[in-house]
């Protein structure tokens, strides 16, 4: 895999990728947007920051582009809706700078209270004056803390340390959340009404956009202490500019803006403000952050190169953490499921299913039906498909794809079922894992029990005496050597189905022998890569 870095990355996260002989790392940083459009077809992978812009025109241009690694937390200068038409993975690294974020919140609130700026310059300029710096404390003060994601929650629990009352908004959150942190969930409007100081910690998206606005200026209290250390557009730094020249509000303090670095008029007009500390989007820029993100996504990438579930990964499905563990060897069962119905159907597939059943019924288990549908589609289109993008691809392709669910105890404690239909046919297969190792325990209506292996051999034939043998001479004289069989069949001298693992690959005119020899109804030759 080819990675090009193309913003300060620290080495600590690269030397992951370094010592992995996959992986050939190019830093190139502080390209120019047409010098990084001429050579990004060359790469697998691009790690950039904020200084990158990962848009429509570069993803274009990258051809062989797997994955978009953020080395942080937002994504704003990624367009993750385009990448994931194009089957491009986008990572990033939301817990690295988590604790980074939350201390410059409280560094810049306590340094708008303390008026910690004003005052060192002031005394470093010669002077000696204390009553023009009289502060503010935070004890006893009501506080609202907007978002309590990642960082909100650890700045409200640090708020709450200051001995401040935290009322939290967050629609995503449930009660318990607010429990835990010992916050009172509100609305937005209440925090603006009642609240002396609020701070946002929301990602930047369109329904953040503007968030604190007019509107929301006209609710606050007089005197209010507003900061964002979140993503510059949130909050309407025009209102913030009317809303500290009124005395609206008191004190702000702002670690992002809507246009980095600030240029226009109205935002070197709010940066004059005698009331606003402000500093150059910092809230990340620890030692221990910097490593962090850089890590997180260096792992993200060699779990893409593993075929291990991604746990950072914006526009892909994926399980709650905690049960993460247990479900990973299923994508590997998944994947056989996928690949052996494939090779079952002739013609064209109308409808997918997939069904879950036992223990696995109780968690949320459309990451494994993605996995599935994206095995099955790369199969049969002529275009790369993976788990972000084949919803697009089913859809477009007019194939429905259901999912199926049942908690019932059955034979085994869990259960995935794979059935294809299309074409009048219908093919359903089962598999479970025993120990950690897919099994394939069902074929069509027939009950088996085999370990999928790459190469297999599949045949229906009328069951009657000398079969297995007449199959054994043919694979013989070919020196195609049989490991294991597995038979099944509903009745005496009735439709008989054996399932073979060879050691090698059974050529087409092998498969031909074979089926004139028995006499077979439906043969497959079969190739399981992933088992």
């Not at 002989?21 to 990004?40: P, V």
């Not at 502060?135 to 994601?149: C, D």
């Not at 967050?170 to 603006?192: F, T, W």
């Not at 221990?288 to 291990?308: G, K, M």
């Amino acid at each position: 895999m080819k990675i090009i870095v193309t913003d300060e990355v620290t080495g600590e996260g690269l030397a992951l990728l370094r010592q992995d002989s996959r992986i050939t790392l190019d830093e190139r940083l502080g390209l120019s947007k047409e010098a990084l459009l001429a050579c990004i077809g060359g790469y697998d992978a691009i790690i950039t920051r904020s200084g990158t812009t990962v848009d429509k025109a570069l993803l274009d241009a990258a051809a062989h582009l797997k994955i978009v690694a953020r080395a942080g937390v937002g994504i704003d200068n990624v367009d993750v809706d385009y990448a994931s038409a194009r089957g491009v993975v986008v990572v990033n690294a939301p817990f690295g700078n988590t604790n980074s974020a939350a201390e410059h919140t409280l560094a810049l609130l306590l340094s708008a209270c303390r008026h910690v700026p004003a005052a060192n310059a002031s005394l470093k300029a010669g002077e000696w004056k204390r009553a023009k710096f009289i502060g503010v404390e935070l004890k006893g003060k009501t506080v609202g803390v907007i978002g309590l994601g990642k960082v909100g929650g650890r700045v409200a629990a640090r708020l709450k340390a200051f001995e401040c009352e935290v009322l939290g908004c967050d629609p995503y959150i449930g009660a318990k959340r607010g429990q835990d942190l010992g916050v009172r969930l509100a609305s937005l409007d209440e925090l603006c009404r009642t609240c002396d100081i609020l701070t946002v910690h929301t990602p930047l998206n369109d329904e953040t956009r503007g968030l604190i606005g007019p509107a929301q200026f006209a609710l606050m209290k007089p005197g209010v202490i507003l900061l964002n250390v979140a993503r510059g557009g949130i909050l309407d730094e025009a209102g913030l500019l009317a809303a500290l020249q009124s005395g609206k509000v008191g004190l702000a303090a702002v670690d992002v803006f809507s246009e980095e670095p600030p240029v226009s008029e109205t935002l070197k007009a709010l940066l004059a403000q005698e009331r606003l500390v402000v500093t150059p989007h910092l809230g990340a820029n620890t030692q221990e952050a910097q490593v962090n993100v850089a890590v997180d996504v260096s792992r993200e990438i060699l779990n893409y190169l593993d075929r291990i579930p991604l746990e950072n990964a914006v526009n892909l499905p994926r399980f709650d953490p905690a049960v993460m563990d247990q479900m990973r060897p299923y994508f590997k069962l998944m994947a056989v499921l996928a690949e052996f119905g494939h090779q079952l159907v002739e013609g064209s597939v109308d409808r997918v299913v997939f069904g879950f059943d036992g223990g696995l019924a109780q968690h949320d288990c459309s990451p494994l039906a993605v996995s599935g549908l994206a095995a099955l589609l790369d199969r049969a289109v002529d275009q790369p498909v993976n788990m972000v993008n084949a919803g697009l691809v089913a859809e477009r392709m007019g194939l429905v794809v259901e999912e199926r669910k049942s908690s019932a105890a059955g034979p085994f404690s869990n259960l995935v079922t794979l059935s294809l239909e299309g074409g009048g046919q219908s093919r359903t297969l089962a598999g479970t894992l025993f120990e950690g190792t897919p099994r394939i325990v069902r074929l069509r209506d027939y009950a088996m029990d085999f370990m999928p292996e790459p190469h297999m051999l599949l045949l229906s034939y009328a069951d009657r005496p000398g079969m297995i043998g007449r199959i054994g001479t043919v694979l013989g004289q070919h020196e195609i050597n049989i490991a294991c069989m597995n038979l099944g069949r509903r009745e005496r001298k009735g439709e008989a189905m054996v399932i073979l693992s060879v050691d090698s690959p059974v050529p087409p005119p092998v498969v031909e022998e074979l089926r004139r020899a028995t006499e077979a109804t439906f043969i497959r030759a079969l190739h399981l890569p992933s088992a």
